[in-house]
């Protein structure tokens, strides 16, 4: 006969239920200090944010993987330095959203403010809407995709990672860009210094199409965008150039 | 940084509370500029009237017999409506400059925040809320307004280094960020004959737009002017008799958010300052594009 002694071990209290954050009621920093406090995320796997209206910093600083939605619109630096958290906001976000993200997932339903993603390193950030001026500037490894367009200077000293935008591209795209991969489904208003139009390899379709997998996007193809990236001229002074300085 | 908000009703119903929406915007951006606070507001513009709204560092002393005195010299009963450090003085439309000039002479401590058929302009040192307060802000009623929080970076924090300032009859500018070539461009504007309160950067972007327009330009033009010779950053919100209007520098750093319904078109430096609007739920709220002009007007 065998006997199991598993049936006699404690179940392991999880709050499947989500904790709720007000944050018309609880100041900001209660909710960042509780995400931060979490000892181990399979205790406490969900959590809600309500009545953001534009706080700035909301769940920013995330290190563990539980899910934070955000019921609103958010202000400056929303799920910034983000490590394996996968925050959702219900709504619009400001300036930053997810500035030097590490790893985990940001989706942000409505439209995000300049620089979105910036200097991330990790990661995935989706924008659903559109995202303004230098979305992914000096990006070092996340990939960002924009199911509307990009505003100016997007991608401005990219160093590495990818850069998806289902829209248009505005002014200086990739301007001074170093590695990071750039796919554009719609017009590019222009390039910037050293940033030109790419070849698609099978390679680079593979890639695009494993990216828009996690972004849970299915109504487009990776054959519709075109890659941009560096023309590498950049990267070492050039004698010609001398008179310039 | 600098908070700047704005907001044009198209909905008359709102008329009543125009001061107190737009005080509580200015105050929701506090953290962008505690050291002082301006508001223009725009209304009760009354037929062949006009306003004058002047600052004394001595209200007690210069406010009192200003209407006894000035109707002396205009020939017309002016009415003066102080509050706090401010007053407003009513006067004839057609006497506004000659009124203009004698409240200076009679008053040499005054100074003139604007004048025009509807527009009243405050401005003071202190916290947003204590500059709502002291001017009772809140209980404003009219068509529009603009409203400024400062965090002085270039100029001291003084009432006349404040904004809105004024650029001509009705009109007045805020501005978040900084010009780099203001010195300058001053210089050049006092050749012209143009005087300077302040060393205030947005006192110049002020005095540019009454020069352009003094010269013969409408604002719209003045503002696509400003592209070509101002150079740094700036989100500008300029109020008119009518309406009011944005501008961002083409690099737009400096945030801008509008949401419009079919009561409002709202304009703040975050959207912070919007969040508790009626009806913001179902507003349209976008971003600004840079080097664009965007008016509304009645």
Not at chain 2, 38 to 44: C, D, P, S
Not at chain 2, 113 to 136: C, H
Request: a negative charge.
């Amino acid at each position: 006969m065998n006997v199991s002694n598993v049936a006699t071990a404690p179940a392991r209290a999880v709050n499947y239920a989500p904790r709720v954050f007000d944050l018309a009621a609880t100041p900001l920093r209660e909710l960042n200090l509780a995400l931060h406090q979490i000892a181990d995320a399979a205790d406490e796997p969900a959590w809600e944010v309500v009545n953001p209206k534009g706080s700035h910093a909301v769940a920013a600083g995330v290190d563990k993987p539980v899910a934070v939605e955000v019921r609103g619109s958010v202000g400056y630096y929303c799920g910034g330095m983000n490590d394996g958290g996968e925050i959702t906001v219900h709504g619009s976000a400001g300036p930053g959203v997810g500035e030097n993200m590490m790893s985990g997932k940001i989706v942000v339903k409505g439209d995000a403010s300049q620089y979105a993603g910036a200097t991330g390193r990790g990661g995935l950030l989706v924008i659903e809407g559109n995202a303004s001026s230098r979305c992914g500037i000096s990006m070092k490894g996340i990939d960002i995709v924009v199911r509307g367009n990009v505003g100016h200077m997007s991608a401005f000293m990219a160093q590495s990672g990818n850069l998806v935008v289902l829209g248009d591209a505005g002014d200086a795209l990739g301007d001074s860009i170093y590695e990071a991969k750039l796919f554009v489904r719609g017009s590019v208003k222009s390039l910037g210094a050293d940033c030109i139009k790419k070849k698609m390899h099978p390679k680079h379709l593979a890639r695009l199409q494993a990216i828009l997998d996690r972004a849970g996007i299915t109504d487009v193809k990776p054959e519709e965008f075109t890659r941009y990236g560096s023309a590498r001229t950049l990267y070492n002074f050039n004698i010609d150039n001398a008179d310039a300085y | 940084m600098c908070g700047i908000v704005g907001l044009f009703l198209k909905d008359k119903s709102l008329e009543p509370q125009l001061g107190a929406l737009l005080s509580e915007m200015l105050v929701l951006l506090t953290d962008r500029g505690p050291d002082s606070a301006g508001i223009a507001i725009y209304g009760g513009a009354k037929e062949g009237r006009a306003k004058i709204t002047i600052q004394s560092p001595s209200p007690a002393r210069d406010f009192p017999k200003l209407a006894v005195e000035l109707e002396k010299e205009i020939g017309a009963r002016p009415t003066v409506t102080v509050k706090s450090t401010h007053a407003v003085v009513e006067v004839p439309a057609d006497k506004v400059g000659e009124a203009r000039e004698v409240i200076l002479a009679l008053r040499p401590d005054v100074r003139i925040m604007g004048s025009g058929e509807a527009v009243e302009i405050y401005k003071e040192v202190g916290l947003p809320e204590a500059v709502a307060k002291r001017f009772d802000l809140s209980a404003m009623t009219g068509t529009h307004g603009i409203g400024h929080t400062r965090m002085a970076t270039e100029s001291a924090v003084t009432t006349m280094g404040a904004h809105p300032f004024s650029t001509g009859p009705d009109q007045c500018l805020v501005h978040n960020g900084s010009l780099s070539n203001h010195n300058n461009l001053r210089r050049e504007l006092k050749r012209e004959g143009m005087s300077f309160e302040t060393e205030n950067d947005t006192e110049v972007a002020a005095a540019y737009l009454s020069s352009k327009i003094a010269h013969g330009q409408n604002l719209g033009e003045a503002l696509e002017s400003g592209l070509k010779d101002l150079d740094g950053f700036y989100t500008f919100v300029v109020g008119t008799k009518n309406g009011f209007g944005v501008l961002r520098d083409p690099i737009a750093c400096k945030p801008a958010v509008l949401a419009e319904t079919d009561r409002y078109v709202a304009f703040g430096s975050e959207y912070r300052a919007l969040a508790n609007l009626p009806g913001i739920e179902d507003a349209k709220v976008w971003e600004p594009e840079p080097s664009t002009v965007y008016f509304w007007e009645h």
